[in-house]
């Protein structure tokens, strides 16, 4: 693996803590911000974030990231917790670059040619440096801090320059791969919801140019057209599953497996790594956060499991409705009617009750068959995606302590989109 050496990460690598701003501080637009809440699945999504104004840059010019900047959290939940928060590691993308950090997180950069940006980011994920981190957080499990000094201790085997590029570059391979299909799925998800728009919101179908329309509770809407409610086109399900009474291998899936504004539900845990009561879900059924709506979490179960009872379950009552109501559940105009509607100040919940009497424009069948089977194709496809992700995944998580440790120096094969290894 060529000559390695035991070093301390303050030695190679300089430190650069968060600033800290009053929210009075945020403005509407201008320069982002970088907060604990936007790291997460080892990267920074700025989809959800503060803002600073223009002027901030100036000022606050230290606390300014870099695309490939390393980021790490260092005040939150235990890292012994599930999805705990000290310790997380981020990777800045490139279209996060310019951001700037905010505080309870601190920014990693090397300063040492010895030291390879990439291989840093891999190191960060690795169980070496997770134990480092659980060994020197402190406080109580729901609220610990790491100390700067603690991570600048940090002492690993740093092997030559040229053996952490190629350990990085085999990495890459996986997470070049994983992007890709990630941004197939956005596209899939756009096609789907931009069809929904035009056939059922702007109502510009095939044939509409020919069509009459009619005065309705929703306005204006095509000839033949009725209006229902929500609750009409689906099941509203609350079945509760104790934790013994499935196999420890059944998919769990609590809201913080939701990516936000994603139909794609692929990230789960197991059942064996929760201790109470959850809800039971299908594959095909449409999963709903219901706290916090805001956040936008919705999408189609990939499998059969259980979920959270802080998500609604529906499935809907007639097959052909499926498409029309995967559609509206995803809009912006239902979410913001779900948060509109929210109970709650802190912790805002949808409510059902409110929800079930949404108004749906429903067409006629000749129009359902269509868009239902082009929503059914694109869950399909973005499950195949998803799917070939988890084993990217699965597969470049075993390799990496192997490959960052030294235990094996290469990995004589390349990977396919499919997460297969071929030689």
Known sequence: MGAAST???????????????????????????????????YTVDLSNCKYLSESALEKYSKNILKEGDLVICTVGSHPTQPNSVVGRPGIMPKSCDGALLNQNAVCIRPISEKLDRSWLGYLAKSQTMKDHIIAHARGSASQVRVAIGALKSFKFELPSIETQTRVASMLEAYDNLIENNNRRIAILEDMAQSLYREWFVKFRFPGYQDCEFQESELGLIPEGWEVRRF?????????????????????????EHFPRKSLSLSQWDLVNKIGSSKLKFQKGDILFGKIRPYFHKVGVAQTDGLCSSDTFVWRTIEKEHFGLATGVVFSDNFVAHSVKTSQGTKMPRANWDVLKEYSVAVPSQELLEPFNEFTTCVISEIAILSKKNRNLKKQRDILLPKLISGEIASYPYDVTSSGAIEK
Not at 8 to 22: K, T, V
Not at 231 to 255: C, D, I, W
């Open 7 to 41: 070093v301390e990460l303050g030695d190679i690598a300089e430190f650069i803590n968060g600033g800290a701003w009053n929210q009075s501080a945020y403005a509407e637009r201008g320069a982002p911000v970088v907060r604990v809440s936007d790291i997460h699945n």
């Open 231 to 255: 609750g009409e086109l689906v099941h509203f399900l609350r079945e509760s599953q104790k934790k013994g009474a499935v196999s420890e291998n059944t998919p769990y899936m609590g809201l």
